[in-house]
T-cell receptor, first 107, second 122 residues
Framework: DNQLTQSPSFLSASVGDRVTITCRASQGITNFLAWYQQKPGKAPKLLIYGASTLQSGVPSRFSGSGSGTEFTLTISGLQPEDFATYYC?????????FGPGTKVDIK | QVHLQESGPGLVKPSETLSLTCSVSGDSLSGECWNWIRQSPGKGLEWIGYIYDSGDTNYNPSLRSRVTMSIDMSKNQFSLRLTSVTAADTAVYYCARLMIPFGGGFDGFDMWGQGTVVTVSA
C-alpha cells in the first residue's frame, strides 16, 4: 500500500496564525492528493483535491501545494472554526489510503 | 442538494455478517462512484471499496475476501456486506461519493453520509 505520513501529529495554534501541515507519500502520486477537515462526531469534509484545487465553498484561507511525494496544506489566518483534525488522502494507487491525521488545537 | 444516509444494525455478533445500506437523495447513482469508508480509533480512516452503477467494484485487498458491495438503481441505494466480523471491524462506517473528473482519475470524496457506528460484540 502507498503509506501516507503527516507532520506534525498535533499542532497548537492561535487565531490568526498561519499553519502548515505536511503529508508525505511512500510512493509518488503526481497530484492525486486530497485534504479533509474533520470535527468531532462529524464526517470528513473535502477541502482540497488535485493537491491544490479548492473545493467549492471552502474559504480561500485554505491552500494546498506539492506533487510527487510531498504535499502541504496551509491555513492562512486560522479562524475559530478551523480547530479540527486534518487528513490527507491519496487517490492515485489502490487501495486508496489516508494519512493518520493532524489535530489543530487552540493554544 | 445531495444527501447520503447510512442505515443498518448498530450491533453485530462476532463471526456474523455486517450489512449496511446507503440511501442517496438529490442525485442519481448513474455515472458516479460510490464508496464505503470506515474509521476506528486503532486504524484511522480506511477505504473499504467502491461500486459503480454498472456494478463494477474495487475492494481494499485487506478486506476483499469478506466484502461484497451491491447497488439498487430503482431504490437509489447501495449496500455493503462484510462477513465473519470480529472486534477489529468495530468502527464508524461512512458512505461517500468519489468525484470523477472529465480527464480521468479521481478527485476526492465530496459528499459523505453522517456515519453509522457499528459495534461487534457478543
Amino acid at each position: 500500500d502507498n503509506q501516507l505520513t503527516q507532520s506534525p501529529s498535533f499542532l497548537s495554534a492561535s487565531v490568526g496564525d498561519r499553519v502548515t501541515i505536511t503529508c508525505r507519500a511512500s510512493q509518488g502520486i503526481t497530484n492525486f492528493l486530497a485534504w479533509y477537515q474533520q470535527k468531532p462526531g462529524k464526517a470528513p469534509k473535502l477541502l482540497i483535491y488535485g493537491a491544490s484545487t479548492l473545493q467549492s465553498g471552502v474559504p480561500s484561507r485554505f491552500s494546498g501545494s506539492g506533487s510527487g511525494t510531498e504535499f502541504t496544506l496551509t491555513i492562512s489566518g486560522l479562524q475559530p472554526e478551523d480547530f479540527a483534525t486534518y487528513y490527507c488522502q491519496q487517490i492515485n494507487d489502490y487501495p486508496f489510503t489516508f494519512g493518520p491525521g493532524t489535530k489543530v488545537d487552540i493554544k | 442538494q445531495v444527501h447520503l444516509q447510512e442505515s443498518g444494525p448498530g450491533l453485530v455478533k462476532p463471526s456474523e455478517t455486517l450489512s449496511l445500506t446507503c440511501s442517496v437523495s438529490g442525485d442519481s447513482l448513474s455515472g458516479e462512484c460510490w464508496n464505503w469508508i470506515r474509521q476506528s480509533p486503532g486504524k484511522g480512516l480506511e477505504w473499504i471499496g467502491y461500486i459503480y452503477d454498472s456494478g463494477d467494484t474495487n475492494y481494499n485487498p485487506s478486506l476483499r475476501s469478506r466484502v461484497t458491495m451491491s447497488i439498487d438503481m430503482s431504490k437509489n441505494q447501495f449496500s455493503l456486506r462484510l462477513t465473519s466480523v470480529t472486534a477489529a471491524d468495530t468502527a464508524v462506517y461512512y458512505c461517500a461519493r468519489l468525484m470523477i473528473p472529465f480527464g480521468g482519475g479521481f478527485d476526492g470524496f465530496d459528499m459523505w453520509g453522517q456515519g453509522t457506528v457499528v459495534t461487534v460484540s457478543a
